[in-house]
C-alpha cells in the first residue's frame, strides 16, 4: 500500500493542457501548498475539536445510537427496550461498526467529535488525493480545496454519508496506481474489496466510487467523443471498471434480511413529496456548497472558483474530461431522483455535494502562460490568499457552533431533572417560514429550511439513561430494534418534533409523518420536553394542559412532568420507565 501511494506521485498532467515549465530545484511553489493545505485541515479540525456538540440535525440521534451499540444496550433500562444486532444490516454501518469496536473505550461525546471531524475532513481530503493522482504532485489550488468541507448533508448529520464520499474518493486515488500494478485480475480483486468496504460504510459511498472509476475509465481527453466508435470504446472501458463495484451489491442483496426501507409500505417508499418541482430542484443544487443557505456559502465559493475562471478564459485549465462527465451524470441525477427512495430521505440532495467534489478533483488551474516561465510568487500569494478563505469560512462556521452550544446547555440543565428509565416526548414551538428567518443562527438551515434541533432530545439516552421515541431503528439501515412494548411507542425514520400545540388536540389533530406516537401523550410518557421555546410559537401562546406539571424553564428547553392517577386511560398502571405493564 505505501509503493502504491509513493507512485501515484507518478500522476502526469492531463492532455487538456500543456505541462508548465518548473525552475530546477526545490522551490517555495514546491512545499508552500503542502503546508497550507494542512493549516486549512488544521482550521477543520480545530472547529470541530472545540465545539462539544456540533448542531448537526441527525447527530444526536447517530451518537445515542452509537452509545447503545457500544455497550448501552446492555445496560438496564435500555437492555428491556432495545436490542443491536450488526449482522441484520449490510449498509450505512460504518460507523456503527467502528463503534462497537472502540466505542467503548473512548467517551460517547469524544468518539462523536472524531466522527465528525472525518466527516469534515476526509471528503476535502480525498478529492486533494485524487486531483493529486491525476495531475501529479500537490498544487497551490489545492490549499483552496478543505472550504468545500462545508455543506449540506454535513450540516444534516449524514456521518456515514460524508465519510463514504471522503473514502471512494481516496479509494478512486489509488485507481491509476492499481491499474499500472496490480494488472487486470488484481485491479479487478481490489476495487471488489474497495466497493465492499465502501458498501458497508454507505450506499452511496459505493455508487460514488463506480461513478468515479467510470469517469477514470473514460480517461482524460475529450478525444473519447469524438467519434462513435471512441464513445463506443470509451463506454466499454467503463463498464468494465464499473463491474467489480457491482459484486457487493449482488452479494449484500443475496444475504441481507432486509432492504433499506423494508420498514415501509412499498406505496411510500419512493416520493417526490408533492411532484416535481423544478424551483425545488434549482435549490437542491445548492446543497453541495451551502451550509446555511446564506449569501456568505455563495461568496466563499465564488472567490474559490476565480482561479478556474482565469484559467479556463486564458486556456490555461487543465480538466480530466471522464470525471467531468461523472459530474455532469451526477448534475442530471440531481434532477431525476426524487427527494426520497427506499425509505430514505433527502436522496437528490446528495448528489450535487458529489457532483462538486468531483468537479473539485478533475479541473486545476495553471496560472503560466503558454512559453512564459512559472511564477511561484504569485502562485504562493494565490495559495495564502485560498487558505484565508479556508480560515474565514471554518470562523464563520464554527462561530455559529458556539452559539448554539448555549442551546446544549440548556437541554442539559432541564434534562438533569429526569429519573432513569423516564420516557420523554419531544415538542418543539415550532416557527413559520419567514419566522425561521429571524430565528437564532443554527437552529434552522437557511431561511425556512428544516430544523437543526429537532433530533437534540436524543442526547438524554446516554444523559440520563431515558427513552425517547424519536432514534433511528429502521430494518435493512441501522443495526438497533426496539422491542415490545415499546415500539408501540417508538417513531420510525423522519420522526420529527411536533407543536407543542398537538398535546391539545393529540386525539383528533392531523399529525405530521411518523410522529403517531404523540397520541400516547398522557398514556405512554412521564415527561414532555420543550425545544425552541425562547421563540415564538406560529399558532401563537397556549395554556399547558392541566395533566402538566413544569419541571423546568431554561429558555431555550423546558421540562414538564406528566402528572399521574392510580391508573391511566388505557387500563394499565404505568412504572417510571413509561411502558403500561
Do not use: C
Not at 472550504?147 to 450540516?155: E, I
Not at 458497508?200 to 459511498?205: D, E, Q, R, S, Y
Not at 461513478?211 to 470509451?234: F, K
Amino acid at each position: 500500500m505505501a509503493e502504491l501511494l509513493n507512485d501515484m506521485r507518478a500522476g502526469g498532467p492531463s492532455a487538456a493542457a500543456p505541462a508548465v515549465s518548473r525552475p530546477a530545484g526545490r522551490s517555495l511553489s514546491d512545499w508552500l501548498p503542502s503546508l497550507l493545505l494542512a493549516l486549512g485541515v488544521a482550521a477543520l479540525a480545530l472547529t470541530v475539536l472545540s465545539t462539544p456538540f456540533p448542531p448537526l440535525l441527525d447527530y444526536p440521534n447517530h451518537l445515542a445510537r452509537l452509545w447503545l451499540v457500544a455497550g448501552g444496550a446492555a445496560e438496564a433500562p435500555f437492555d428491556r427496550i432495545y436490542e443491536v444486532d450488526l449482522g441484520s444490516v449490510r449498509t450505512n454501518i460504518g460507523i456503527d461498526l467502528i463503534a462497537a469496536a472502540i466505542g467503548p473505550a473512548l467517551p460517547i461525546e469524544r468518539f462523536g467529535q472524531l466522527l465528525v471531524l472525518a466527516a469534515v475532513v476526509l471528503p476535502p481530503l480525498g478529492a486533494v488525493l485524487l486531483n493529486r493522482a491525476l495531475f501529479g504532485g500537490l498544487h497551490w489550488w489545492l490549499a483552496g480545496l478543505p472550504l468545500l468541507a462545508w455543506n449540506w448533508t454535513l450540516v444534516a448529520g449524514f456521518l456515514n454519508f460524508q465519510i463514504g464520499l471522503g473514502l471512494a474518493l481516496m479509494a478512486a486515488a489509488l485507481d491509476p496506481t492499481l491499474s499500472r500494478r496490480a494488472g487486470p485480475v488484481g485491479a479487478f480483486a481490489a476495487r471488489a474489496l474497495l466497493a465492499g468496504l465502501l458498501l458497508l460504510t454507505h450506499a452511496f459511498a459505493a455508487l460514488f466510487y463506480a461513478a468515479l472509476l467510470g469517469g477514470l475509465a473514460l480517461g482524460a481527453a475529450w478525444e473519447v467523443l469524438r467519434s462513435p466508435r471512441r464513445i463506443g470504446a470509451g463506454a466499454g472501458r467503463a463498464i468494465l471498471a464499473v463491474l467489480p463495484v457491482l459484486l457487493p451489491f449482488v452479494v449484500a442483496w443475496l444475504l441481507s434480511p432486509a432492504l433499506p426501507g423494508a420498514q415501509e409500505d412499498p406505496a411510500t417508499q419512493t416520493s417526490w413529496q408533492g411532484g416535481f418541482d423544478i424551483r425545488t430542484k434549482l435549490v437542491t443544487l445548492f446543497s453541495g456548497i451551502s451550509i446555511y443557505k446564506s449569501p456568505l456559502d455563495l461568496i466563499f465559493v465564488g472567490l474559490l472558483a476565480l482561479p478556474l475562471v482565469w484559467a479556463l478564459v486564458t486556456r490555461r485549465l487543465r480538466v480530466h474530461a471522464g470525471l467531468l462527465l461523472a459530474a455532469l451524470g451526477m448534475l442530471v441525477l440531481s434532477f431525476a431522483i426524487p427527494p426520497k427512495l427506499a425509505g430514505t430521505y433527502f436522496v437528490d440532495a446528495r448528489f450535487p455535494v458529489m457532483m462538486v467534489l468531483t468537479l473539485a478533483a478533475a479541473l486545476r488551474p495553471e496560472l503560466a502562460l503558454p512559453g512564459r516561465p512559472a511564477r511561484p510568487g504569485l502562485e504562493a500569494g494565490l495559495a495564502v490568499a485560498l487558505l484565508a478563505l479556508v480560515g474565514a469560512r471554518a470562523a464563520w462556521v464554527g462561530g455559529i457552533w458556539h452559539e448554539r452550544q448555549a442551546d446544549i446547555a440548556s437541554l442539559r440543565r432541564v434534562l438533569a431533572h429526569v429519573p432513569p428509565g423516564a420516557a420523554i416526548l419531544q415538542t418543539a414551538h415550532t416557527m413559520t417560514v419567514p419566522a425561521r428567518r429571524s430565528a437564532p443562527r443554527g437552529r434552522y438551515y437557511g431561511g425556512g429550511g428544516p430544523m437543526l434541533y429537532e433530533h437534540q432530545p436524543a442526547l438524554a439516552v446516554f444523559w440520563r439513561h431515558a427513552y425517547v421515541p424519536i432514534l433511528f431503528a429502521s430494518r435493512g439501515k441501522q443495526p438497533l430494534r426496539v422491542l415490545p412494548p415499546w415500539n408501540e411507542i417508538a417513531g420510525p425514520d423522519n420522526t420529527t418534533a411536533v407543536s407543542v400545540h398537538r398535546l391539545l388536540d393529540s386525539d383528533r389533530a392531523v399529525l405530521p409523518e411518523n410522529t403517531e406516537y404523540v397520541r400516547a401523550w398522557r398514556t405512554r410518557f412521564d415527561y414532555v420536553l420543550v425545544l425552541n421555546a425562547d421563540q415564538p410559537d406560529d399558532e401563537g401562546p397556549m395554556t399547558m394542559p392541566p395533566e402538566l406539571e413544569p419541571v423546568a424553564d431554561e429558555g431555550y428547553a423546558q421540562l414538564y412532568r406528566v402528572r399521574r392517577g392510580p391508573t391511566r386511560p388505557s387500563g394499565g398502571t404505568v412504572g417510571e420507565a413509561g411502558a403500561t405493564r
